[in-house]
């Protein structure tokens, strides 16, 4: 299943890319696509809400300035 995020306050491309690296590795995700230029996080998943609260909680830990918002 995909589900499509709104990064709000991603201000750096380099941390785009780190943050799609970390979340790509994460247990339970097939593929992981950040678009730093539309601020756009787009995972797929098996359709899981645990799955869903672990990405949010990594990019909290990551980027604590970043609000993410369900497209």
Do not use: H, W, Y
Request: include cysteine.
């Amino acid at each position: 299943m995909k589900k499509k995020f709104k990064l709000i306050g991603l201000d750096c491309a380099n941390c785009a890319a780190q943050l799609e690296n970390a979340i790509s590795k994460m247990d339970g995700i097939e593929s992981a696509s950040v678009n730093f230029m539309t601020g756009k996080l787009v995972i797929e998943c098996a359709d899981d809400e645990d799955i869903i609260k672990r990405v949010k909680k990594m990019i909290k830990k990551e980027e604590p300035d970043v609000e993410v918002k369900e497209v």
